[in-house]
């Protein structure tokens, strides 16, 4: 096999402008997403757990809340550089995911159709549970956008599978 041959582009299946404008806009979601927790996890790295620690005892006070055993004050406790350096790892782990699915799927890989379509089914049953227990149109639009997506991208993968390009997972 010639590099040049190494280096060609996996065959795309042609599922029509729509299916490739979804896929696109998808895309561009994720990369918002991935783009976010970076921020956060810089912030959280930047800023370190004293405004944390201030911002949590002015909710404790605006929403007045027992000072010494809510839920928000034992939070408050354990607010130290160590687990903001855990959530700030988390975040930035979460964002660079959403990186790379965003980077397969605007240049219409079968492993970020995959990844975006377990990643946004792994959320549905909490999502479905929230609209359940709190109706209301922000948990609908939730569940409505991450059903989208996951049809989006499983009609992506049964249009590969059938056109002979993709095997079936192992």
């Not at 408050?76 to 959530?87: G, K, N």
């Not at 922000?138 to 997506?149: D, G, R, T, Y």
């Amino acid at each position: 096999m010639t590099p040049d041959a190494q280096d060609a582009p996996v065959p795309q299946v042609r599922t029509g402008l729509r299916a490739a404008r979804a896929a696109r806009l998808i895309s561009l979601f994720e990369l918002a997403k991935g783009a976010f927790a970076l921020t956060a996890a810089s912030g959280l790295e930047i800023l370190g757990p004293a405004p944390i620690r201030r911002f949590a005892h002015w909710l404790i006070e605006v929403f007045r809340f027992d000072a010494h055993h809510s839920a928000l004050a034992s939070f408050t406790r354990r607010i130290d550089p160590e687990s903001v350096h855990l959530a700030a790892a988390v975040a930035a782990t979460y964002g660079l995911l959403h990186l790379v699915e965003a980077w397969g799927l605007w240049r219409s890989r079968r492993w970020a159709s995959w990844l975006g379509c377990i990643g946004a089914a792994i959320y549905l049953p909490f999502e479905a549970f929230a609209l359940v227990r709190d109706p209301g149109w922000v948990p609908l639009a939730v569940v409505a956008i991450n059903l989208s997506i996951v049809w989006i991208l499983a009609r992506d993968l049964m249009v590969r599978h059938r056109a002979g390009l993709v095997a079936a997972p192992h």
